[in-house]
């Protein structure tokens, strides 16, 4: 599998970059996953649901499967600073592309997304100049960049070209399973 990073301040555009890349990549014949960062408190279950129930009731892990869906809910007792490289191990290795939103202090390769107006709005220091993880630049001004770089720059607005880069480029983002060791367990 191959796995590229998406990192950028709340409101760059990171999560419709990652939603419209992905049907690009589908159309190349790749199945995509996705990990997404996620704030402490956040929920995809609902109240009075059955697998509510489960968790309110003590489960460590409830599974819920249909014949179209899959979805594994875990709670933590304490908590429980999960590695990205965790949340990888948790997909299905038949997958061809993962793409990760957030953790940007990851040591994952990354497409920093820098939107002009969201860094006006509230001055803040790109990462591309001091981090080595950056490999390209996804942009909707190109000419406003705070410092130049000799990384690839993409228009933030084409993701067939983000999508043809990444395809080109593909034995790049291939994932070391070794290296950051699938059968490494966190603690819980």
């Known amino acids: 599998m191959k796995v590229i990073g998406f990192a950028g301040y709340s409101g760059s555009g990171k999560t419709t970059l990652v939603e419209r890349l992905i049907p690009v990549l589908k159309l190349q014949g790749q199945r995509v996953s996705v990990v997404k960062h996620a704030h402490h408190k956040f929920d995809i279950d609902h109240k009075g649901k059955d697998t509510y129930r489960h968790r309110e009731a003590g489960a460590f892990e409830v599974v819920v499967a249909s014949d179209r869906r899959l979805a594994l809910i875990r709670e933590f007792e304490q908590a429980a600073e999960l590695s990205v490289h965790h949340l990888i191990a948790e997909l ?45 630049l996804a942009t909707d001004a190109p000419d406003r960049l705070p410092m130049a770089t000799n990384l690839p720059v993409f228009d933030l607005n084409d993701p067939e070209a983000i999508g043809a880069w990444l395809m080109q480029n593909a034995g790049r983002f291939e994932y070391d399973v070794e290296l950051y060791g699938f059968d490494v367990q966190p603690r819980i």
């Open 92 to 136: 299905y290795d038949g997958v061809d592309w993962v793409l990760v939103e957030g953790f940007k202090h990851s040591d994952l390769q990354k497409i920093e997304v820098w939107r002009d107006a969201v860094e006006v709005s509230a001055p803040r220091q790109p990462r591309y100049a001091e981090d080595d993880f950056i490999v390209a």
